[in-house]
């Protein structure tokens, strides 16, 4: 079975483990975290250093790579640890649960982590290095972008767009073909109705 390697160690780390495991597809060869120790064990997966050595591990032939930093807000450090790992060379595979609903008609690119209970709906594509947390809903013909996170339990109804490294809160609700900027967050519980511009924060019902 091929290895992989899992950038970052904390909450999120705990839940791709689960994933990767429960996909049967690769065997966890460690976590590289920015601040536990070398030796930790993270649900059973040991530390092996932080990102110093990354090069080492590459030319010991771990080729393939997981960003298991989550987001809550900001996807930014998220998409400088892809690019960064990435650039090091590293593959890094889209993760789907086998609980998730993906349709075959569905596009899903580098990096996607795609968690337990989610369904994709028809014609939507999944940008690179996005999550779509657990038990959330991307209906038919969605285009969302890379970075984004789709936190657990929300809902983007069909033909919505969401921008570049957008956060879409726990249980939010996005109504069909609206559309989110980049870099907006939608909190947690929202309902939007109407496009939000990039760089924008919405709360509320409906959200503004
Ligand atoms: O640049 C980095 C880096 N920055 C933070 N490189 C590496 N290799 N590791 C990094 N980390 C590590 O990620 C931190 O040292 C820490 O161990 C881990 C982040 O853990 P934390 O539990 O704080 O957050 P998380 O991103 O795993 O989970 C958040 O996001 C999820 C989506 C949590 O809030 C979860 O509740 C949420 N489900």
């Known amino acids: 079975m091929e290895k992989i390697v899992l950038f970052g160690g904390g ?15 690769y065997e966890i060869a460690g976590i590289v975290d920015a601040q536990l120790a070398a ?5 059973g997966v040991t530390v092996l250093g932080d990102d110093r050595i990354l090069s080492e591990l590459y030319e010991k032939g771990l080729i393939n790579a997981c960003i298991a930093v989550g987001s809550v807000g900001d996807n930014s450090k998220r998409k400088a640890l892809y690019e960064k790992v990435k650039h090091a060379g590293f ?7 086998p609980s998730a ?7 899903i690119h580098e990096g996607v982590q ?17 999550i779509v ?8 013909d969605c ?14 109804s069909g033909n919505c767009l969401i921008g570049e490294g957008a956060f879409i809160g726990a249980g939010a609700t996005v109504l069909q073909g609206v559309k989110i900027g980049s870099n907006s967050i ?15 924060t919405v709360i509320g019902v409906p959200a503004k």
């Open 39 to 43: 030796g930790v064990s993270v649900s």
């Open 143 to 156: 285009a969302v972008g890379n970075h984004v996170h789709i936190c657990p339990g929300a809902t983007l």
């Open 11 to 25: 909450g999120h780390a705990k839940v791709i483990i689960d994933l990767i495991n429960a996909c049967g597809s």
């Open 91 to 97: 593959s890094i595979p889209a993760l789907v649960h």
């Open 101 to 107: 609903i993906i349709s075959g008609k569905s596009q």
């Open 133 to 140: 947390n657990t038990g959330a809903i991307v209906e038919h």
């Open 114 to 130: 795609i968690m337990a209970g989610t369904i994709v709906q028809t014609g939507s594509l999944i940008g690179e290095n996005t």
């Open 186 to 200: 939608v909190s947690a519980g929202a309902v939007v109705i109407k496009d939000v511009l990039d760089n924008t």
